[in-house]
């Protein structure tokens, strides 16, 4: 089993940036597909952006070029820095994790953080 625990969410203003983290417990995540998925109100869970065990990267058309996920295996940590933050930006952060290939699903993911609230306002 894996736990993981999101943080660093806030309040910022649009074209500010935050820092979210997830630090994972249980197991070590150096073989794990790490991931960033967001929800916002009234709205189906969407896919972020996700680092694969051996770096591999991969963002949502929505993240490239503002977010950046990044991993420290020695630490079980996973970082998403999110720039040039939009009011559309705004929804629960959700850390998640999986054994083997990319997947933008999140029915794909096995663990699953609680859920740090991000909210740009304008």
């Known amino acids: 089993q894996v736990q993981l625990v999101a943080s660093g969410g806030g309040l910022v203003q649009a074209g500010g940036s935050l820092r979210l983290s997830c630090a994972a417990s249980?197991?070590?995540?150096?073989?794990?597909?790490m991931a960033w998925f967001r929800q916002a109100p009234g709205k189906e869970r969407e896919f972020v952006a996700a680092i694969s065990w051996s770096g591999g990267l991969y963002y949502a058309d929505s993240a490239k070029g503002r977010f950046t996920i990044s991993r420290d295996n020695a630490k079980n940590t996973v970082s998403l820095q999110m720039n040039s933050l939009k009011p559309e930006d705004t929804a629960v952060y959700y850390c998640?994790?999986?054994?083997?290939?990319?997947?933008?699903?999140?029915?794909?993911?096995?663990?699953w953080g609680q859920g740090t609230q991000v909210t740009v306002s304008s």
């Open positions: 998640a994790a999986k054994i083997g290939a990319y997947r933008s699903s999140p029915a794909a993911y096995d663990y």
């Open positions: 249980g197991r070590t995540i150096n073989t794990y597909l």
